[in-house]
């Protein structure tokens, strides 16, 4: 693989898992109205009900330790971990590891099969290998991604993608739950060592984009257009609350083009310190300028 190939995949790749790795923990908004009642009850008497009180304390706890698995068909796999906070805008900091498929190999051969990804309201920042340092010149391992220049590439899916990465926390996933209109109580189980209850339900994906973004017109039929394109409809959700009222499990199922695609994603250690700064310019090379210079550009 040449220099200009590897910089061209690094880049996609490097896109592909910070976009993956951030809306595995938690998946666009919903609906911003909702139950207004406040308090916990002991006893709650339906599945809304249950998951309103969830959505509120979770939202409340402003931080998390996070750890997921994502796999789409023969595409990639990969694990995502570590923290976020989003009390004041998103921030934090995950470790992210491709485990198989495409995407792993293609990232071996630019270096590494993991990366750091760095999450600030405005953009998010990729620490690439030391290989990829040398090939995209001047030794720099960090690349900044501004969500407004990925907004724009991207056209109506970079639109949507920006609103995910700014408002992926784990309560949007229980809104996401809320919003699918069907949502049922499954049962009582024990994960990760506490008690929990177990809801699930189907999400009509372009219905719920529709809803949930501030899209013009034009940019929900564009945005359709790529989701039919894409091969996904609907996309199955299950959420673990526990007996605080906070998410400690979900998972998300969908069919793409590209095959089935799974997530797993545990919550921990709500209230955890997150912290995380832009890291040194000296250090950093802007996503837009290596378009630029390298005439790479954004695949999934």
């Known amino acids: 693989m040449n220099s200009t190939t590897a910089r061209r995949a690094t880049l996609s790749i490097a896109v592909v898992a910070a976009l993956t790795g951030v809306a595995a923990c938690g998946s666009s908004d919903s609906d911003k109205g909702g139950d207004k009642a406040a308090g916990k009850t002991v006893t709650h008497v339906s599945p809304i009900a249950a998951l309103r009180s969830a959505e509120k304390s979770t939202d409340k706890a402003d931080s998390a330790k996070v750890r997921s698995t994502t796999s789409v068909g023969d595409l990639m796999s990969m694990t995502a971990n570590g923290a976020l906070t989003w009390g004041d805008g998103l921030k934090g900091n995950l470790t992210i590891t491709y485990t198989g498929g495409k995407m792993a190999e293609a990232m071996k051969k630019a270096g590494s099969s993991s990366m750091e990804a760095r999450y600030l309201p405005d953009a998010y920042y990729a620490h690439m290998s030391d290989a990829y340092a040398q090939q995209a010149g001047g030794g720099t391992h960090w690349i900044k991604y501004d969500y407004d220049d990925l907004a724009k590439l991207g056209g109506a899916s970079g639109s949507y993608m920006k609103d995910q990465l700014q408002n992926s926390t784990p309560n949007q996933s229980v809104k996401l739950l809320l919003a699918s ?5 499954v049962g009582e189980e024990t994960v990760s060592g506490e008690h929990t209850t177990h809801y699930s339900g189907t999400v009509d994906v372009a219905d719920l984009a529709e809803k949930s973004s501030d899209l013009t017109a034009e940019q929900m ?3 359709k257009k790529q989701l039919t ?5 609907t996309e199955t959700v299950d959420v673990w609350i526990n007996d605080q009222d906070l998410l400690v499990k979900k998972t998300e199922k969908a069919d793409t083009a590209n095959g089935p695609m799974t997530n797993t994603t545990h919550y921990s250690d709500y209230g955890v310190k997150v912290t995380a700064e832009a890291p040194p310019a000296s250090d950093t ?3 837009g300028d290596l378009m630029k210079s390298g005439g790479t550009g954004i695949t999934s």
């Open 285 to 287: 090379k802007d996503f």
């Open 181 to 185: 209109g069907d949502v049922k109580k």
């Open 221 to 223: 039929s564009a945005l």
């Open 229 to 233: 394109q894409a091969g996904v409809t």
